[in-house]
């Protein structure tokens, strides 16, 4: 790497270079990016191996700001469709994935192995991406789904979702919340979520609402490789050692009882489908059932035939409702962006 | 640095998309301002990728000029792309360094495709030793995905020894869009860019 000779000061790359369509106040920005012209280099330019690339000014910007992840994108929410009942919507699709996310998201350093440490990790970002857009989408709907924040308060509107709402404001399914297992809980859990969220994202790509068409058909192609991974995994620890039988079965027992609720239709989802925005969980129940059926007679091994966790009154994770999992999982999630609610990171 | 107005489409129909979004820029020869713009835009290279420029990667939709300023639009490659924050920034300084004030916005439709990598960054790919990807799946239209219980089967070669006796690692490599392989002739292991 060469460096050309300049005694002039090091150009400053913070705040006052950030989009001006979208400006950020000094002090935004957590560090100063690395100065490229300076003659030690930085801990960047390992990174940076290529020699077209090295010495790039417009490539210093490794500090990022909070952006809108919907910026740019049109959304207005159709005239006859109600636009509470359209961030409810985003909020179950979106905690789903939130809530999968964070679960998988702690397999990190913790896998079998080195492969699938990345695979789960992989999964845990596109989930997490997927929220991101569905929080941002339920916000824009309904501004007033946001919790409220200090004034000055940084934090946008999907984090301030994530991170400021009580178990019993999240609507994911319980599925999605039960603290992690061993290898095979994870597996097990994935595959029927993954089955459930790929029918019913495949579905979504022709909601009248233009954003989450959009962020449906991006998803299928993402779910599409988690769905093919913990059913291949199902198969292979089914049909593997007697241990990893063993535990594939003993996962399959444990969590049979939540996986009903997926299914489910809530009040929200069904008005949503009648508007032709969402779509009615129950619609995909047979397709689930015929991939899960694959799955299971691929792995030998037999459909549980227990009965539904049954909810509280009528309420399941869709109203709220939830195990004390999701509190305890919460609490370790939200602790950093509570305690510091117009921390700029 | 060298930058190149969209030309003609290289690959696969998946392409026309975004090409028909390039058509409405002018043909750099011109000289005009807007061809300039496209120009400067798709010379920043991914964050992840930087053998690839983001025109190369298929995620830069276009640019147009808005009330004196510049307006850049990219994909993002997966839901989760962690770069794209990174992609907004440099595009914004390398556009503010050339004098020009710019803003990003992201199109999440039609959903980006490994199919709009070009020709180019195809070859830049595999001249830094990853695997390009293949002719991106097609869902039927309407229809349920299929379940895909067996080894993923792609017809690849090693991108430095050239040899096609490949194993699949993992469908999940270190950045979203890359599965891992081991060539068996030469030993290395390395990325595939997947199909999506």
Partial sequence: MSTPPDSSPPPLRSSDEQSVGDPVPDGLMSHSAPDPSRVEGSVYDGLLEHHDVVGDDARWAFGTAFEDPLAGVDTTVPDDVDASALAAYCLMLGDDALVLSHRLSEWCSRAPDLEDDIALANIALDLLGQARLLLARAAAADPSVVPPLPEGSPVPAEDALAFFRDAGELRNVRLAEVANGDFAHTVVRLLVLATVRLAVLGRLVGSRDPVLAAIAAKGVKEVTYHRDYAGRWFVTLAQGTEESRRRLLAAVAELWPLCEEPLQVHETERAMARAGVGVDPGEVRDEVDAVLGQVLAAGGVDRPDVAALAGVGGRTGRHGLHTEALSRMLAEMQVVARAHPTGRW | ?196
């Fill in chain 2, 1 to 196: 640095m060298t930058a190149t107005a969209p030309s003609s489409p290289s690959t696969g129909s998946g392409q026309a998309r975004i090409w028909d979004l390039a058509s409405s820029v002018p043909d750099p020869s011109t000289g005009s301002g807007q061809a300039r713009i496209w120009d400067l835009a798709s010379s920043v290279p991914d964050p992840e990728m930087p053998m690839l420029t983001l025109a190369d990667l298929g995620v830069l939709r276009g640019v147009r000029e808005h009330d004196g300023q510049v307006v850049v639009t990219i994909t993002p490659t997966y839901s989760g792309c962690p770069a794209l924050a990174t992609m907004r920034d440099d595009l914004v300084h390398r556009l503010r360094d050339a004098g020009y004030a710019a803003r990003v916005e992201v199109a999440l439709s039609p959903a980006w495709s490994s199919d709009w990598i070009t020709e180019r960054g195809r070859r830049a790919l595999r001249d830094h030793g990853l695997s390009a990807p293949g002719p991106a799946p097609r869902a039927p239209a309407g229809g349920p995905v299929a379940l895909d219980l067996g080894p993923t089967r792609r017809r690849l070669s090693c991108p430095r020894c050239e040899a096609a006796d490949v194993a699949l690692v993992s469908e999940f490599g270190p950045t979203a869009c890359t599965a891992i392989y081991r060539c068996r002739s030469c030993l290395e292991p390395f990325e595939h860019v997947k199909e999506i």
